[in-house]
Each structure stands twice: as structure tokens, then as C-alpha cells.
């Protein structure tokens, strides 16, 4: 059976700093037409850092689309001209001030491929030892760092108060290595 849908039309509705926004019309394999709301984002990463006592580094920071502070491992989107490792680097040093000694990458994956293109890369960070060179934090990021074992992560799995997608992945990923 033929699955892929054909774009008739792309109308750009918004074209924003992070995302842009298109409504597709597309026609589906049986000839009808519908709608599609697209949005296009930078791929990104997110880190898995683990310290020599077998903690994982956090961070707590506020997200405005769902109105609360939530506990997620270090991220960042993959700039123009660079590779998704060397973005991996960069956002450890912004984000946590260490370098690793060891970055393993772990899986890519679609965030969101209903409406989305985001393409995250997940690493694993290990040796870490703080950074020689700190480079500038983002001005519109507000962090709290933490460090939790990975009894205490998977608790806050279990209670809900770690609930982002690429996190809760992470921590499983983590805990099928101490099986």
C-alpha cells in the first residue's frame, strides 16, 4: 500500500527565530485532499553526562509553552555549519562548564513527526572534567543545575516530575547499562 502524500501547496503562515510554520495541502495515496500545519526546526541534541560517581547532570529551567519548570538533560539546537557532535561539545561547555573526556552517540530520533522535522541526536558524556574555556551561556537561558543518581532520576520519572520525551529516554538508556 502507497503511504507517502503528495504537497500540492506549502503556505508559509509564520517564520519565527526558532521555527517556521507552514500549512501543506497535500494529497493523500486514495486522490483526496487535506491539510497539514508543518513546523520546520534546526535539528538538536541532547547529552546524557554522566560524573565518575555515576551521577547525571540536569538542568531545571522554565518553559514558557507549558507554563513550568522542568527538569531535562542538556540540549541545544545545531547551528549553522556545524556538526551535531561539535554541538554536543559546545552545549555541554554552555549549559554544565564540562568537557568530555569520552561522547558516545546513543540513537537520533524525531521529536515530534506529526507536525514537526526537529531531529535530535542523543550523546553520552562520560570522563567529564570541568571546561578550560568557558564559552558565553545563551542570554535567554535561565539553568539551575542538578546532579541525580539514577535511582533518584527514575524516581522522578515514576512521580512525574521528569516528564521531557528526550530525558526520559536518556535515564532508560541509562538504566539498561546498570542491568
Not at 121 to 132: D, S
Not at 162 to 178: F, G, H, M, P, R
Request: glycine fraction near 6%; proline fraction near 4%.
Amino acid at each position: 500500500m502507497e503511504l507517502e502524500e503528495k504537497v500540492v501547496k506549502n503556505e508559509p503562515r509564520y517564520n519565527g527565530e526558532i521555527i517556521d510554520v507552514y500549512q501543506q495541502t497535500v494529497k493523500l495515496p486514495n486522490g483526496d485532499l487535506a491539510n497539514r500545519d508543518v513546523v520546520l526546526h534546526q535539528d538538536a541534541i541532547a547529552v546524557l553526562a554522566i560524573t565518575d560517581e555515576n551521577k547525571a547532570l540536569f538542568e531545571k529551567q522554565w518553559r514558557a509553552p507549558i507554563k513550568k519548570v522542568t527538569i531535562e538533560i542538556p540540549a541545544g539546537k545545531v547551528e549553522s555549519g556545524e556538526t551535531a557532535e561539535v554541538t554536543a561539545v559546545r552545549e555541554l561547555n554552555e549549559e554544565t562548564r564540562y568537557q568530555a573526556g569520552e561522547l558516545k552517540r546513543i540513537s537520533g530520533f524525531y521529536s515530534t513527526p506529526g507536525f514537526a522535522d526537529e531531529y535530535m541526536t542523543l550523546y553520552m558524556a562520560t570522563n567529564l572534567e570541568p571546561v578550560k574555556t568557558e564559552l558565553p551561556q545563551d542570554k535567554d537561558e535561565n539553568l539551575q543545575l542538578l546532579e541525580l543518581s539514577l535511582k533518584e532520576a527514575l524516581a522522578g520519572v515514576a512521580d512525574g516530575s521528569i516528564e521531557d520525551a528526550k530525558t526520559v529516554l536518556a535515564i532508560y538508556y541509562w538504566q539498561s547499562l546498570n542491568k
